[in-house]
């Protein structure tokens, strides 16, 4: 190779592939492969996003105040130790930039979220994946890969693309096994969809003596504010003061922030999404089973379903129009990731399904 060579490992990387948006030959496509909302932004975060435009000449505020003072008095938190991020990605891979590197581990459930291994080479670290049991994340199968050279676990909970989840006491569990040094990131993107009570996305725990555990969310699922690119997380005093020095100045965009806020406090619209996903996801889950499909006990905004020929599946799904997520990268080829759309979406994706299966 001639010219500027990078680090070794970059090269290793798959690059992120997300979910399509286009079908050839298919003008309007259903898009159900991202776990966007279905329901699109809250209308006060479209007021809000509007007006910023006005704005758009003016740096925005780089210490994201208004938004963590919002965020920090409906949680109960330190708002001095929540940080913002260009979506929660930005923020998972400022935290192995900052604690992991050449040398070191990072951790992580054997189907977790792709960002995970990307960012740890991304750092010069080695991404060590443990095997998960039943699709879950298996709290004994990540003690036991912690070596001497781990210094990140990622533990995705709810989990995507499986949509299971730890309960809190396993979480504490994981917490309380791991070394004092190493850095446990509980990415909690899909908190506000969880139902069951034994679930915490684990705010609680960061607050806990010992200073070795975080808690990163984003806007980008309920909210429905992907595009815009917006996450937050909450962090031990030392790591909110680390994030802050390694973060650009001006991460996160004016009309971001406000339509952030705006959505953030318009509980009414939060509420009406959390209802309809409860009522869309129980629907889709029962009629892919009654299809004759195994799917996960999913508790996110999204349905993992087997097949015994997903490619094909796929395809046909792609030819009626629906646009839903192959798992081969997740190293799950046999299954689709289905997200939870409007009624109609979701009737339409499942009678597309039932037509190919009966064929």
Known sequence: MTGPTP????????????????????????????????????????????????????????????????????FKLDAGRIVCGAGSDELLGLLCRAYAGPGDEVLYSQHGFLMYPIAARSCGATPVAAPEVDLTASVDNLLAA???????????????????YLPRAEVERLRAGLPAHVLLVLDAAYAEFVGPADYSAGLELVDRPGGNTVVTRTFSKIYALGGLRLGWGYFPQDVADVLNRVRNPFNVASPALAAGLAAFDDTEWLDRCRRHNDTGL???QKRLTGLGLTVTPSVCNFVLARFGD??????????????????????????????????????????????????
């Open 146 to 164: 912690v070596t001497g050279r781990t210094t990140v676990v990622f533990l995705a909970n709810p989990n995507n693309p499986t949509g299971t």
């Open 310 to 359: 997903a490619k094909a599946a796929d395809a046909f799904l792609r030819s009626k129009g629906y646009i839903v997520r192959a798992m081969g990268g997740y190293g799950l080829p046999d299954w689709l990731r289905i997200t939870v759309g409007r009624d109609e979406e979701n009737q339409g994706v499942a009678d597309a399904l039932a037509e190919f299966l009966a064929r």
């Open 282 to 284: 129980d629907w889709l």
């Open 7 to 74: 680090r070794p490992g970059i090269l290793d990387i798959k690059p992120y592939v997300g979910g399509e948006s286009a079908v050839t030959g298919v003008a309007h496509p259903v898009k159900l492969s991202s776990n966007e909302g279905a329901l699109g932004p809250s209308p006060k975060a479209l007021t809000a996003y509007a007006a910023a435009g006005a704005e758009m000449h003016r740096y925005p505020d780089g210490q994201h105040t208004a938004l963590r003072r919002a965020i920090a008095a409906r």
